[in-house]
């Protein structure tokens, strides 16, 4: 009941994956090709931190923009099983699908089962080559968004400004700032709802708390829709409290095994979607706060995983459970095809085409870090579009790492892919605000390349610097960001190759807000890029020998626009 089995090339010298935790997502693993099984398996029920399933299998030698390499990412949210195999006589082959529990699936005859569906893809331009095909893909044949997510907003999310402590006029002044660095879109994140003072307590009765919101939601979004904002809303419909109204009236609601003591997450447990009056009971509950609320937005988390899914027999039940889910959101999407949907699961918990059919963004990771995401948006675009991928200018005090680090670096690493904000902005000094705005501008005048333009990941000589950009093929506007990650090692930045140009077209290169956006590591900068108007190179040059970056500090970034020439200019 796997997927299509595909056969594997024996030119390839390596498998590709992806592993990770929460708050560091998107980490890359390789493994050489052996005899015998190469398995991953997931029994988390959702598509996991730890175990995302996909595979890139390259030949040897293969690089961001040469080589063949083979791509298969698996769409679908919940158990699943990746194997790579090499058989006695050499032939190799790859398997993907639900993992099924035994007895999950018995059909009579006539009955049928569907397995997820796997993408698969190959590119002989290398890595590049590959996730292009990807990204063509998704947003081709899988986002279904509401028009006006056309020119995605910058988003702002309380939750780490306020976390659970919902004030009036903390709120009102958060939104007042949200609006002047550049917000268009509001999001009231957990703390909301009926007796939900921490994580203890509420999830599953979807009311506003009387305490906290006495005459309602109303007048919070009115005001904030008075500032030019839409309004969003956090929710985790598939949880339920122990200390709530939904549990003390329908006990038996959650996924449990008769007579097992089920170990909560969270201080949560999941709710069994297989029964149909709790899906009808989310339904109505949500279908009452959309149609009462002006809201453009839900954040759907999913703080914890659904490992064990068993109804009270002890039959596995996960993959209905998912698919339970999968209908929920339709039948929403269906009802309410404004309403843009997050998908958000203790961050990037739950990432896959599956989802992404019924939702139209990701949160990649709970971590606002801007040097952990730099690498995180990176490994995440090998198979996801970058407007699908939701980074936020976090605190200058990463509130899961520690690092600090500058508003220079967090604004643009979050323009880079949907851009928003979630840091308490009375916290900001001047200087930081007038970045920020400036930022937040810059993303709304490029956000069509941004989302529309095709994806390079860029190598570059020296170690310390990821490098990635856009290039929006029939204009030749580009976009390059360049972000120095760690100590120079050389005296002089080595030259950093650009990728997707023409040849023979002549293009000039101009850094965005200059010194500004990344101080120079001292006074030796070589770089033609730090003329005044820029420099024009050919595209042949760019692409075959490069340009020499200014030297800079760790954690900076440079940011570079480029245009293509008229001929003969």
């Given amino acids: ?109 006539g009955q049928h089962y569907t397995s997820p569906t796997l993408y698969s893809s190959y590119s002989n331009t290398g890595y590049n080559g590959l996730s292009w095909a990807f990204h063509r893909h998704c947003r081709q044949q899988i986002l279904n968004s509401p028009t006006w997510l056309a020119e995605r907003p910058v988003h702002y999310n309380c939750w780490e400004a306020i976390y659970f402590d919902h004030q009036w006029d903390t709120l009102t002044s958060i939104v007042e700032r949200a609006v002047a660095a550049g917000a268009e879109l509001f999001v009231l994140d957990d703390g909301w709802f009926l007796n939900r003072h921490d994580d203890t307590a509420g999830l599953g009765d979807w009311h506003p708390d009387p305490n906290k919101y006495p005459a309602g939601l109303t007048p919070l979004i009115e005001y904030v829709q008075q500032q030019g904002l839409r309004f969003g809303l956090w929710v985790e419909p598939e949880m339920v409290n122990k200390d709530s109204e939904l549990y003390r009236s329908h006990p038996d609601w959650i996924l449990d095994i008769a007579d097992y003591d089920q170990v909560a997450g969270r201080h949560q447990y999941v709710l069994d979607l297989t029964r149909p009056e709790v899906v009808e009971y989310l339904f109505e509950s949500l279908q009452r706060l959309l149609a009462d609320h002006a809201i453009d937005y839900l954040k759907w988390d999913m703080n914890r995983s659904a490992n064990l899914a068993a109804d009270q027999h002890g039959r596995a039940v996960g993959g209905r459970q998912v698919r339970a889910l999968y209908q929920l959101l339709a039948r929403l999407r269906e009802a309410f095809p404004h309403v843009v949907i997050e998908s958000c699961s203790s961050g990037g918990g739950r990432m896959d085409l599956g989802i992404l059919r019924h939702t139209d963004r990701f949160w990649l990771s709970d971590s606002n870090d801007a040097h952990e995401r ?117 005296a002089a930045s080595q030259p950093l190759r650009l990728a997707g140009l023409q040849p023979d077209g002549n293009y000039r290169l101009q850094l965005v807000h200059n010194r500004r956006a990344a101080p120079a590591a001292n006074r030796d900068d070589a770089s033609p890029l730090l003329r005044e108007g820029g420099v024009d190179v050919p595209g042949a040059v760019l692409m075959q020998q490069g340009i020499i970056l200014p030297n800079s500090l760790p954690d900076t970034v440079w940011v570079i626009e480029g245009l293509r020439l008229p001929a003969g200019a």
């Fill in 374 to 490: 730099w690498h995180m948006q990176r490994n995440a675009s090998l198979l996801l579009p970058p407007e699908v991928i939701g980074s936020h200018v976090g605190p200058a005090v990463c509130h899961t790492s520690g690092r600090r680090l500058s508003m220079n670096f967090r604004a643009p690493v979050a323009a880079s892919r949907h851009m928003g904000f979630e840091l308490d902005p009375r916290e900001m000094s001047e200087r930081e605000a007038d970045t920020l705005r400036l930022w937040s501008a810059w993303y709304k005048s490029h956000r069509q390349l941004l989302h529309q333009g095709r994806h390079f990941r860029l190598e570059c000589a020296e170690p310390g610097i990821l490098a990635e950009m856009f290039v929006e093929e029939s204009t030749g506007q580009t976009i390059v960001f360049a972000a120095q990650l760690t100590t120079q090692q050389h």
């Fill in 1 to 109: 009941l796997a997927c299509p089995v595909l056969p594997a090339s024996d030119q390839a010298t390596s498998l590709r994956g992806f592993y990770g935790r929460w708050c560091q997502e998107f980490q890359l693993q390789d493994v050489p090709w052996r005899r015998g099984v190469h398995m991953r398996e997931n029994r988390l029920g959702r598509t996991s931190h730890e175990h995302i399933p996909a595979f890139l299998i390259p030949t040897a030698g293969a690089s961001e923009h040469t080589g063949e390499v083979w791509g298969c990412q698996l769409g679908w949210s919940g158990d699943h099983r990746s194997l790579a195999e090499e058989l006695p006589d050499g032939r190799r082959q790859l398997q993907f699908g639900e993992l099924l529990a035994p007895g999950q699936v018995s059909l009579e005859s």
